[in-house]
């Protein structure tokens, strides 16, 4: 079964597409092709949205679904009007916190994901810019790191210390452990003081060869021998030192994200 | 007024946070301590949650607000059993979906943001590292480019990249434009081929200026002259052109990242 999905929006219509999404991989057995209809946010921009939703389903006979934050009730009617299953994100949440809190929602356009606060954005950039310049080991000056990201190379680093910096302002730096470091089983002596900042990732040595493979084709540094090597070397070393680790095989930079945070125990909220 | 809020969810918090969000940013008067409880997967957490959330209740005299996504009833019921507000984030649709679809939801954990579908989660890997190397016009292969972001130096070209990447596995490079470029008023030749990729990113002088002087203080760089002249500059080459372009001064990488995606028709949704 196929169906189709419109995530409609004022703004960005990334609150309606995650919860959207986290509804829709509930039911498991239908296929869903997902349209995004962002910045949707005056009488004509609707009407032009419900035209499109109306027309396909006439077209397909299959009803559309409408996952909606819109906040104008008048510009939730026009997309209404094409006949949609509307899923309005909102509305039943409002009425129990007006109560709860005493006060009227403001209804303004959703501002969650715009720059509400200019400070807490420039954190959250001047975070992005230390991922870059402190990732793989290229700037050691780990003083000012939330936490430090060690691991052989390609398990992971630095997609995770982006995502960390880009959207909960975390200053994550990333250390690649060298065939030096596994040698001799010992963390470089410039990141000794900051070891109760570390945290490492590791990954299935099939899996590594394969993304290795794809960056390396035919290189030593790809085989599954040197990746096993690397891996067992890097897990005897955290072991050692103490250093707590997750296996990244099966996980979303996402995951890995929550689960370090857990960790660490910063509770820091995302942008 | 103050209030206390609980993301708790079964996985990473993420849907919760970003809708829980959201809803309240819409009641502008209250102040909210937010906090995530993710990975609320079992009775012993989720007896620890409620057990956490009723000690402030009791303390405070303040009633917690709970925004839930934990998909296993019995859980639910033990973190209601805190006194809390319960706003599950799920509740509302997915009656109305099983009826639309005809099918029950499966009641899994949230997948949303696990790692669902490994050739979509590579190319998401595979994006950010197209991003990282071609950021800042060290490597000008653009073949491959999705979409090729130009602008002076820090107009917010590398997070937007990096975000377009790691969220929906855009393949987003980006340009600074040179003095030289800025001089001659015109696009470097090895643009030329990938023109109708091109985007623009300004921002207003003053805010330019002061964002350099905090990366390179007292330069001539970071002179509100120089950023004047250069932004200038880089309008009457955009124009000249025909390059689309976006003001970033007061819009987040959110909004510029959607903003370009509805300029260029990319639909595609995210991660």
Redesign the interface.
């Known amino acids: 079964?196929r169906?189709t999905v419109y995530?409609i929006s004022d703004?960005?219509?990334?609150?309606a597409?995650?919860?959207g999404?986290?509804?829709l991989?509930?039911?498991?057995?239908?296929q869903f092709d997902?349209?995004?209809l962002?910045?949707t946010d005056d009488a004509r921009k609707a009407e032009a949205a419900a035209l499109r939703i109306k027309t396909l389903y006439a077209k397909t006979g299959e009803?559309p679904?409408v996952v909606n934050?819109m906040?104008d009730p008048a510009l939730c009617e026009i997309v209404a009007g094409s006949g949609a299953?509307m899923?309005d994100?909102?509305?039943?949440?409002?009425s129990?916190?007006e109560k709860?809190?005493g006060?009227k929602?403001?209804?303004?356009v959703?501002?969650?994901?715009?720059?509400?606060d200019f400070e807490k954005?420039e954190a959250?950039?001047n975070a992005?810019n230390f991922a870059?310049t402190h990732d793989d080991g290229m700037d050691m000056d780990y003083a000012h790191a939330d936490l430090i990201l060690i691991g052989v190379s390609r398990s992971?680093k630095?997609?995770t210390c982006?995502?960390m910096a880009?959207h909960y302002g975390v200053s994550a730096a990333n250390y690649p452990l060298t065939d030096d470091d596994l040698d001799r089983l010992e963390l470089p002596s410039r990141l000794l003081p900051y070891k109760d900042r570390l945290y490492g990732l590791t990954i299935e040595p099939q899996r590594l060869a394969q993304i290795r493979e794809q960056r390396r084709a035919g290189s030593r540094y790809a085989t599954l021998k040197q990746c096993n090597w690397e891996l067992q070397q890097a897990d005897k070393l955290m072991r050692h030192a103490g250093i707590p680790s997750l296996n990244t095989t099966?996980?979303?930079?996402?995951?890995i994200?929550?689960?370090i945070?857990?960790r660490f125990g910063i509770?820091r909220?995302?942008?």
Chains 1, 2 share one sequence.
């Open positions: 079964m169906r995530f703004s960005t219509g990334i609150t597409e995650t919860i999404n986290s509804i991989t509930q039911f498991e057995g239908v997902k349209h995004r962002p910045f009803r679904i934050t906040t299953l899923l994100v909102f509305a039943p949440f409002i129990p916190l709860e809190l006060a929602r403001s209804g303004a959703n501002l969650s994901h715009g720059m509400v954005y959250r950039i992005t870059l992971g630095t997609p982006l995502y880009l099966h996980v979303s930079i996402e995951e994200a929550s689960k945070f857990d509770e909220t995302m942008f």
